[in-house]
């Protein structure tokens, strides 16, 4: 424990009981050691990797995309933007998004 804390210190995170967060309260995900085997699992992901080192653990949250709403995202403004400018999260969000369709009443004549 003490060193995913002193790893985590480098980048400025907190350790909560829930999890690792950077210094805007954004949950980057965990990191821990089972077996001798260091993992780590992104927040948004949830599924657990594993990894050479603590470093390398915390180094990885540190790469996360953040979005401090992501429920707020628009995202029909992020279909307009190019391909390779989206990040993984926003892959995610887009994965995931079903757009509403305009509701028209139906009149009787």
């Not at 949250?61 to 279909?79: F, I, K, R, Y």
């Not at 190019?82 to 369709?101: H, I, Q, S």
């Amino acid at each position: 424990m003490a060193h995913i804390f002193n790893e985590c210190q480098n980048y400025g995170f907190e350790i909560l009981d829930d999890g690792i967060y950077n210094n805007n309260g954004v949950k980057l995900g965990q990191v821990g050691c089972t077996n001798g085997n260091w993992w780590v699992k992104r927040g948004y992901s949830g599924q657990q990797q594993y990894s050479n080192s603590v470093y390398d653990a915390v180094r990885s949250l540190s790469m996360v995309d953040t979005l401090p709403h992501a429920e707020a995202v628009d995202c029909e403004e992020l279909l307009d933007r190019p391909f390779e400018m989206l990040t993984t999260l926003d892959w995610e969000l887009l994965r995931k998004y079903a757009p509403v369709a305009e509701s028209q009443e139906l009149v009787a004549a």
